[in-house]
């Protein structure tokens, strides 16, 4: 994945909203994510406590469309 380059409002949440699903969905690690996106670690670290990522991975890892696809593998 490349980095995201730029800075502003609008591709701020852009980026926010990306480092989320990078965390939840692909499940990298927040200093993988700051790379990419540009954030520090410790901002990234506070957008994960104040989003609640941690139980939104929990609860995407648990759907029924990613077990069938890790029993699959």
């Known amino acids: 994945m490349e980095v ?3 800075g502003g ?7 926010k909203e990306t480092a989320e699903k990078l965390f939840i969905e692909d499940g990298l690690m927040l200093k993988e994510i700051s790379v990419i ?3 520090s670690v410790q901002t990234l ?3 994960k406590k104040d989003g609640n990522w941690e139980n939104k991975r929990n609860e995407f890892l648990a759907a029924p469309h990613k077990i069938k ?5």
Do not use: A, C
């Open 69 to 73: 696809e890790v029993l699959m593998e």
């Open 37 to 39: 996106v540009g954030f």
């Open 4 to 6: 995201i380059k730029g």
């Open 45 to 47: 670290s506070k957008w």
């Open 9 to 15: 409002g609008t591709n701020n949440n852009f980026k």
